[in-house]
């Protein structure tokens, strides 16, 4: 696991300056504290940033050819790097080492641009072929590693595994993208492939890019997508027997380290199901940690417990108090971008602790999006039914007035938020979802944004990012859609992004056995019947763990990792954020509406109103703002420096 970076002359072969690489390396120093190294030749530069996992004696990036014309950065693990090895050395390739990158160097070599549909596992890499003169750049299937990119206005095209090491180049502009603010209020976080930056991308998963020397940079390609089919003809029976052994698999994969290793086990049923199949592939105890708080309503560790007392595994809790409000501006710097999901402090935290004791955690994130976990599922089928059963124009006609005349119910929950219901069914379902996962819905961003903001968006609606990834979902079926579109949109942009960080931060590398992409192809051919039947999620799931977990943990409410907003909002975060919110670089935006700001505020405090989440929302980009630097010179994006 590794921080990458570095930058490629588009135009010539000027040499890169060596302390801009230098300085873009060591921005990223957290990921890699091991080790680290600078490649420089006419026309391109590498940095690379360690953390020794595999082959810690000879595994030193960047790696190169024989001949070395042909260079690599990597971030990740490829999983099958020793079966990948046995087939090229059946092609003639002989190895100096046991790495991974090694692997990705050879099977470049051999298949080129193909090479990404022989690795299986998380990976961000970046390989510079000399003789083709071109840069080849690769994410992985869904997302788990990051890679950001951009060119400058003198054709250099820069890259890093986190956001900061491009702006540390220094000849980046920092100019917002009105887009990507729009989005961030909608949906808590910047989607793939925009960053906030209007000159900076991110590289979607499953895609990959060439560049050649001398050419326009051009689009990236998608070299892999999931496909819900629903065709698989698989009893009950079969199917669970089937997904315990893929899901052994999975894990058995991802065991190989020669560090201290772990995983998390928060009580709920995926970093169950993944300790549990630890515990029957090795014979020692499994090192997991739970992070629990002082709050009996945000505390699950009786229920890891009980997963770690059946595996007698070497279990750790540590306890948050329910106040630990004190991260703002270190995410902030962490994130690079604005990102609001506030469970990024818990899983900062249970980072930290199972960075204690281990250099590697497997976790159960991923699990949700492809087996049909999320409690907003059962919602959106409830809303799917009554959508069907009438044309939308009816719909719009009867459902869309009743929604503006009822009264708003914030408060009540969502079963009985007739308006929200109404406003749900009178849309179409792209729609619907996209509302369901909205963090500031349209009413109120609409009021929040200043005119001005709302001219530099010139009509975009966030909503399109789930229309173009819906119109490649090829599926007619109501749940497969909505879980294409997180596996595509909350799953990278959230998810992924908030493990990566908290993670890196700590210098830990955490894998991902649910989101193997085998494991997702397979899933993805079983009925949605198997995933989501009645008010059950995850059935098929549930089924197969029977015999591995207790019912109180299959079978119990979802909880999720969520902390007390609302109180802190309303108590001991009150008067900092009522100060950035009014006074502080978001209020000299100029993109707000400060009355708006003030009505919040007032009526959270007064507890007239829950606005836990917009208030939220605010301050953190209030707090990106302030850790890119922007301030008073964070003005509308046509006229930023």
């Not at 698989?234 to 698999?249: D, H, T, V």
């Not at 109120?444 to 010139?458: A, P």
Request: glycine share 8%; hydrophobic share 40%; aromatic share 10%.
């Amino acid at each position: 696991m590794c921080g990458i970076t570095g930058l490629f002359d588009t135009r010539g072969q000027r040499v890169p300056e060596r302390a801009r690489l230098q300085r873009m390396n060591e921005s990223q120093h957290h990921r890699g504290p091991d080790e680290g190294d600078l490649h420089i030749e006419p026309g391109v530069g590498f940095g690379h940033r360690r953390l020794s996992v595999i082959d810690i004696a000879t595994g030193q990036q960047p790696i190169f050819n024989d001949d070395k014309t042909v260079a690599l950065v990597f971030n990740g693990e490829v999983y099958n790097y020793l079966e990948l090895m046995d087939e090229l050395r059946g092609h003639g390739y002989v190895f100096r080492t046991k790495s991974d990158s090694e692997a990705i160097v050879r099977a470049w070599e051999h298949w080129g641009e193909d090479c990404v549909h022989h690795l299986r596992g998380m990976f961000a890499f970046m390989v510079h072929d000399r003789r083709r003169d071109c840069l080849f750049m690769a994410r992985d299937r869904l997302g788990v590693k990051p890679l950001h990119y951009a060119l400058t206005e003198d054709g250099w095209l820069l890259f890093g595994s986190e956001l900061k090491s491009l702006m540390a180049h220094g000849g980046l502009r920092q100019e917002i993208d009105p887009r990507s603010v729009e989005a961030y209020f909608a949906l808590g976080y910047v989607p793939d492939p925009a960053t906030i930056y209007k000159h900076a991308k991110k590289l979607a998963p499953g895609h990959r890019l060439l560049v050649k020397r001398g050419q326009a940079v051009g689009t990236p390609q998608r070299y892999w997508d999931v496909n819900f089919t629903l065709d698989a003809k698989i009893g009950e029976e079969e199917a669970a027997e089937e997904l315990r052994r893929q899901l052994s698999e999975s894990v058995k994969l991802r065991l190989k380290a020669e560090v201290p290793l772990g995983a998390f086990l928060s009580g709920g049923v995926d970093s169950s199901a993944v300790v549990a199949a630890m515990a029957q592939l090795d014979d020692q105890p499994v090192n997991t940690c739970s992070i629990g708080f002082d709050d009996p309503k945000f505390n699950e560790t009786q229920f890891a417990q009980q997963v770690a007392d059946r595996y007698r595994t070497n279990h750790r809790v540590e306890t948050v108090s329910s106040d630990d409000f004190g991260l703002v501006d270190l995410l902030a710097h962490l994130y690079d971008e604005p990102y609001a999901d506030s469970s990024a402090i818990p899983t900062y935290r249970v980072c930290e602790l199972a960075r204690k004791h281990v250099t590697v955690a497997l976790s159960g994130d991923g699990g949700d999006e492809s087996l049909g976990g999320y409690r907003r599922y059962k919602m959106h089928m409830a809303e799917e039914r009554m959508r069907r059963a009438f044309p939308l124009a009816l719909r719009r006609g009867v459902f869309g007035p009743l929604a503006k005349v009822y009264p708003k119910a914030d408060w009540a929950p969502r079963v009985f938020r007739a308006k929200t219901t109404f406003q749900a069914i009178a849309r179409n379902s792209v729609d619907a979802y996209f509302n369901t996962m909205g963090l500031v819905r349209d009413p109120l961003r609409h009021e929040l944004f200043s005119d001005g903001f709302k001219r530099e968006l010139q009509g975009w609606h966030a909503s399109e990012v789930f229309h173009e990834h819906a119109q490649r979902a090829n599926t007619d079926d109501p749940l497969a859609l909505i879980q294409y579109l997180d596996i595509h949109t909350y799953l990278p942009g959230d998810i992924n992004t908030k493990v990566d960080r908290a993670s890196m931060a700590h210098s830990l590398e955490v894998r991902e056995p649910l989101m193997d992409h085998k494991l997702v192809e397979w899933v993805a051919t079983l009925p949605s019947d198997l995933k989501l039947r009645g008010q059950e999620g995850k059935y098929i799931f549930k089924k197969a763990l029977e015999p591995m977990l207790p019912n109180d943990v299959l079978y119990r409410p979802k909880m999720g990792f969520a902390v007390p907003l609302a109180r802190w909002l309303r108590g001991p975060l009150r008067e900092q954020t009522r100060q950035a919110l009014q006074h502080g670089a978001l209020a000299q935006t100029g993109w707000f509406n400060a009355d708006v700001i003030s009505r919040l505020l007032d009526q959270h405090e007064r507890g007239a109103m829950d606005h836990a989440q917009p208030l939220w929302v605010l301050l953190m980009f209030d707090a990106f703002l302030r850790n890119a630097g922007l301030g008073t010179a964070a003005v509308p994006a046509r006229a930023a420096a």
